[in-house]
């Protein structure tokens, strides 16, 4: 009676089997609810009628053998009255009653730790899917990027055909934009930038819903609508969204398992789906990036002009590659400290650049200057800096951060501007001292030509060669009046 106790109670399935006709002799309770069936109903059953792995002439053959060897422990799965499979643990040993062979059985119920060991796998298989794809990603191309993640969702949910589209900003169309390799076989569906939700099937309910969906008789389902022309077909079906700023982004979706889609399924679908996002839009940011570096580089070689950040802590310069060129040096040829910087300074503006530099690290004064500097193939550039400093939360200077432009075709300009107003500063001169000298020369010319002609008297000649002699002296008098003298006032 003692031991009759432990078989009732034990937690497993426990019972006798006639190896000739594969019925239960004796059984306890757990095995009837390990597979849905009440006693009377699981004391009709042989072997077959819930093994869901082997074939009736595999289990007898696998019976031959245990009665010659004596005992085996496998792993299978049974079938319950309702039709699920659960993966059972089989521990068999022969026994000897009334001079008779029987099958003494353990029927240990193992699906959940089975289901907890595919989801390890499962998680195992996806991060190093996830990680192989960030390692190849600064590589691959966008397309690329998706269509690797997309294939691994299939893997990874045991799935036949697949789908990754976006879903644009108006929130209301989808850029239908890649299907998986085995889809493609069997699709014609093509490329749309703004196909409609509104006209979408059931397969688009993920994004309306924005949530999971799982559709594991797609084909009986009601107004389901149908799927883009060309589209393969569908038997169950799986969707998960990828929500971002309380948008959805993206929607990817598998199907045609060949068996039902479960929660499992869909923590696999959204975790590779919201890492492929995170690569996606990670990949975007980089290339938007490259592409402004590039046009900062652009508009830095039109301008002449470059930046660069000084590390105090480092002693070292990081420039850009303007930089490097107005120094005529290679871009990125070596990182300068301060004393390499100030050797490139012309040697009559080094104490001004260097007092400039000293005012902005320690007394936090900005400066804009205009320097000489000499370049590393000797000739002399004209520059203007700007620079600040940026310091810590004590207040202690960490960064100087600066922009250097050449503008010695700016200096040089300015200099023959310069040099343009000095000569027609003197032409203005000479020509108003030669107005002056006309100015007094043209009286003393008439008279001379009077006197040489001889039209003059004696008297008259001396005095008008007097007025000549003192005209100077009364055209510029205190008064500031002119005498201009003329034939008709007496010549």
């Known amino acids: 009676m003692r031991y009759r106790t432990l078989f009732d109670q034990s937690p497993d399935g426990i019972l006798v089997i006639n190896p000739a006709t594969l019925l239960p002799l004796e059984f306890n309770d757990a095995v009837c609810r390990q597979l849905g069936y009440t006693r009377d109903e699981f004391a009709q059953l042989r072997i077959s009628d819930y093994e869901a792995v082997e074939r009736p002439e595999e289990t007898r053959a696998r019976i031959e053998k245990l009665l010659r060897d004596g005992q085996d422990c496998f792993e299978t799965q ?88 976006f879903v644009n900003e108006d929130q209301n169309t989808i850029q239908l934009f890649t299907w998986s390799r085995e889809t493609l076989k069997l ?37 389901k609508q149908g799927y883009p022309e060309g589209h393969s077909h569908l038997l169950r079906h799986m969707s998960v969204p990828v929500l971002d700023q309380d948008k959805v982004r993206m929607i990817i979706g598998v199907g045609n398992k060949d068996t039902g889609y479960d929660e499992a399924d869909v923590r696999q679908l ?28 652009e508009a830095e070689r039109i301008a002449h002009l470059g930046n660069w950040d000084y590390d105090l802590a480092h002693d070292t ?10 120094f ?36 936090n004064q900005p400066y804009n200057i205009d320097y000489r500097i000499v370049t590393a193939d000797g000739r002399d550039c004209s520059v203007h800096a700007q620079a600040e400093v940026t310091v810590d939360a004590g207040g202690n200077p ?28 003197i032409g203005l001169l000479a020509g108003g001292i030669a107005h002056d000298l006309n100015n007094v020369l043209a009286p003393i010319l008439m008279a001379v030509d009077l006197l040489r002609e001889g039209t003059l008297d004696a008297e008259r000649a001396n005095c008008k060669i007097g007025r000549c002699r003192d005209f100077p002296s009364r055209r510029n008098d205190k008064s500031g009046s002119e005498e201009r003298v003329s034939p008709a006032k007496g010549w």
């Open 78 to 165: 049974h079938r319950t009255k309702s039709g699920d499979s659960r993966d059972v643990l089989v521990s068999v040993q022969k026994l000897v009653l009334d001079n008779q062979p029987v099958l003494h059985c353990v029927f240990r119920d193992i699906t959940e730790r089975k289901r907890a060991e595919t989801a390890i796998h499962l998680n195992e298989a996806r991060l190093n899917s996830l990680l192989d794809l960030s390692q190849q990603a600064s590589s691959l191309a966008e397309r690329d990027i998706i269509q690797f993640g997309l294939e691994e969702a299939i893997k990874l949910t045991h799935s036949q055909i697949g789908y990754f589209h």
């Open 270 to 297: 959204v975790l590779i789906a919201n890492e492929v996002w995170k690569i996606v839009r990670r990949h975007r940011t980089e290339e938007q990036l490259k592409i402004s570096e590039a046009r900062l580089k």
């Open 187 to 223: 699709c014609k569906a093509a490329a749309d930038n703004h196909y409609p939700i509104a006209q979408a099937g059931v397969w688009a309910d993920c994004a309306r819903l924005r949530k999971p969906v799982i559709h594991n008789d797609y084909q009986s389902l009601p107004n």
């Open 398 to 425: 960490r960064r100087m951060l600066g922009t250097l432009q050449d503008v010695t075709g700016r200096k040089q300009l300015e200099a023959q501007y310069l040099r343009a107003q000095r000569v027609e500063s």
């Open 328 to 363: 005529g040096c290679r871009p990125q040829e070596f990182i300068p400290t301060r004393k390499e910087f100030l050797n490139y300074v012309h040697p009559e503006d080094r104490a001004r650049v260097q007092q400039a530099i000293d005012g902005a690290l320690y007394r």
């Open 317 to 326: 310069f990081s420039c850009s590659d303007e930089a490097y060129r107005i």
